[in-house]
């Protein structure tokens, strides 16, 4: 099992909607997670981080659920301009704490 | 001006090659990584290094070499490149916190072709 999960997609929404996401994790002992935004041949660019049950900011919250070992973004009220992919890292623990990249969401959002 | 630079941007090679790619960062952090990307792979990590005299290979160093110059420097070197290392490399720094590393700040990428 890899040890950080994303469907790929694509997702393909409306503007407006609402869109989630899910990130499954392996390693219970990891503590910190992130969302980053990767637009096309692009750096990939943080969009949120997650040290405790969740965080939000604007559109974007973001949620832990530890006992089901999993990280969740929900987007709402979708804009054109949310369509990226969406990485979702996990820093496994293992003597030293490593990121570990998911194969990332995309996203399509349509007018 | 950019936190994090790489270059060369794009670079196209020939199987056997010696290539290097550079990375320099003005963050002060003390954490530096190497991933490369491939569709439908995601960002898969090469080498990273804790401070100027740590090196550790990531999940996929074969074929690979690092050096770390500096705090602000992380060059990696491909000795005899191949085609099938084509791909996009992003070098990446990031902080500590006692959770583990911080948000990861990534250069802009260095497209390599190998033909």
């Known amino acids: 099992r890899k040890e950080v999960e994303q469907d790929p997609g694509p997702f393909n929404v409306p503007e407006g909607a609402t869109v989630a996401f899910n990130c499954t994790y392996s390693?219970?002992?990891?503590?910190?997670f992130f969302w980053y935004r990767q637009d096309c041949r692009k750096e990939p660019k943080l969009l949120m981080s997650?040290?405790?049950s969740g965080n939000e900011d604007g559109r974007f919250t973001a949620q832990l659920n530890r006992a089901s070992q999993y990280i969740s973004l929900l987007i709402r009220d979708s804009k054109l301009s949310d369509s990226a992919t969406y990485l979702c890292?996990?820093?496994?623990?293992?003597?030293?704490?490593?990121?570990?990249f998911g194969r990332g969401t995309s996203l399509i959002v349509h007018p | 001006d950019a936190d994090v630079t790489q270059t060369p941007r794009n670079r196209i090679t020939k199987t056997g090659k010696r290539i290097m790619l550079e990375c320099s960062q003005t963050k002060g952090h003390d954490r530096m990584y190497w991933y490369r990307q491939d569709p439908g792979l995601g960002l898969r990590l090469i080498y990273y290094s804790f401070d100027v005299k740590d090196i550790n290979k990531g999940e996929i160093s074969d074929g690979y070499s690092v050096s770390r110059q500096a705090q602000a420097k992380f060059s990696l070197s491909l000795e005899s490149a191949i085609p099938n290392q084509t791909a996009l490399y992003f070098c990446?720094?990031?902080?500590?916190?006692?959770?583990?590393?911080?948000?990861?700040?990534f250069g802009p990428g260095t497209r390599l072709t190998v033909l």
């Open positions: 890292v996990v820093n496994i623990v293992g003597g030293s704490y490593i990121p570990t």
């Open positions: 997650v040290y405790s």
């Open positions: 390693n219970s002992a990891s503590q910190s």
């Open positions: 990446a720094t990031s902080d500590l916190r006692e959770e583990g590393p911080d948000t990861q700040y």
